[in-house]
Structure formats: structure tokens, C-alpha cells
């Protein structure tokens, strides 16, 4: 299912769900993929940003330390927030068990 980037996702949604489903509107909506980062270090720099701001998106000001373009930083609420935190370490982790696998 689709979500444009500033829509809430329901909360009928399991938080698994939920986690998975922001990875997807990153994924293919975005384009947001750990090839495409090609640094497990940006993807946790992004989600400290994302865990740790406390907005509702009132257009709070860019971290210094957010490892991208000013204008790829999309805070929403505390707990969307913390829903996008997890999503990108969720990836960081899938990408470390891909490189187990194939003995990286």
C-alpha cells in the first residue's frame, strides 16, 4: 500500500507493521535503499536524528549531524518519528544478516 510522505499510516497496524511499512515508503517510494546509501553509518545517523527530535512537525531545523540533504529531513510526530528511527535500523540489520549470508 502507497503513503505519501507526510500521510499519517493507520494505526490499526501492528508496530511491526508499521516499522515495515516505512521502510517500504522509503524503499519504493523514495528510493531510499541501503545500495542506494551505501553507508550503514548515514542510516543510523539518520535514525539517532529521527529517534531523538521531539517535533510535531512544526518545521524543526535540520540536525547538523542528519547525513543527507536539508530537504530529505521529514519529521512528523514523536512517535512517526520514532516509527522512522526503527525502520532504518531495521534495514541496517536485514543488510547485516544479507552480508552473514553470503559471507561478506
Known amino acids: 500500500m502507497w503513503y505519501p510522505r507526510f500521510t499519517k499510516i493507520p494505526h490499526n497496524k501492528t508496530i511491526y507493521e508499521e516499522i515495515e511499512t516505512e521502510r517500504k515508503i522509503g524503499e519504493e517510494n523514495e528510493g531510499w535503499t541501503f545500495e542506494y ?19 510535531k512537525g512544526d518545521g524543526t531545523i535540520c540536525p547538523w549531524y542528519w547525513p543527507w540533504h536539508w530537504w530529505n529531513w521529514k519529521p512528523t510526530t514523536k512517535r512517526r518519528n ?12 536485514k543488510q547485516l544478516d544479507k552480508e552473514e549470508k553470503m559471507g561478506v
Open 37 to 55: 546509501q551505501k553507508s550503514e553509518e548515514e542510516l543510523l545517523h539518520a535514525a539517532v536524528c529521527y529517534a531523538l527530535t521531539n517535533t
Open 82 to 93: 520514532l516509527i522512522k528511527a526503527a525502520a532504518l535500523i531495521v534495514t541496517v540489520i
